[in-house]
């Protein structure tokens, strides 16, 4: 188990200490590689533990990273992420790359903090929670937070992200809207 004084942790608490905010932290004794472990060890709901996913879109030259914050157990789409971030397409990044783009191994990303400039977005379900808990920079430590908070720490866009039940194009996701014949455009599917 790590300290407070770790170099991971530091650079969140850093982060946070610039912008005037103070974290509550908490070490967690043991295993906690997984959210549901997380959520048990910090009497959480398992949509209160954000994961950050690292997300990369290839450019010439590199790659441009991505963090995306999303409840544990939900799964970014990626024509969302593509989409929401003006790429033609993105990939989850590999380990190696997590570690390279932002300066932590993969199950310790926080959602602030990183090694070098990364864009952040934020996927707004998590808006609706009071807090959330998400990475400190190590497996055993973990922060609880508001979601306004967490967005303004991490600078980061809010957007619709995670895959839904059912749900698996942008078509599907998105309102529609019908032409009706006559006297003009009618509303969507519920008119």
Known sequence: MSDLSHP??????????????????RLIPGSTRNAREIAAAVDADLGQIVESL??????????????????????????????V????????????ETRDLT??????????GHGRDVRI???????????????????HAHLRIAPRTLRV????????????????DLERTAPRLSLGAGAGAGAGAGA
């Open 121 to 139: 977005v934020m996927d707004r379900d998590l808006s609706s929670r009071q807090w959330v808990w998400a990475s400190a920079g190590t497996s």
């Open 54 to 83: 690292v997300f990369v879109a290839e450019r010439p030259g590199g790659f441009v990273p991505i963090v995306c914050l999303v409840s544990a157990g939900s799964q970014v789409d990626p024509a969302l992420l593509a989409a």
């Open 103 to 112: 300066g932590y191994s993969a199950g310790e990303v926080p959602p602030f």
């Open 8 to 25: 991971a942790i530091r650079k969140v608490v850093d982060v946070a200490s610039r912008k005037g905010v103070q974290l509550e932290i």
């Open 85 to 96: 971030t003006g790429q033609v397409s993105v990939r989850i990044a590999t380990a190696r």
């Open 153 to 168: 720490l991490a600078n980061a866009v809010v957007a619709p992200l995670a895959q839904r039940p059912g749900t698996h």
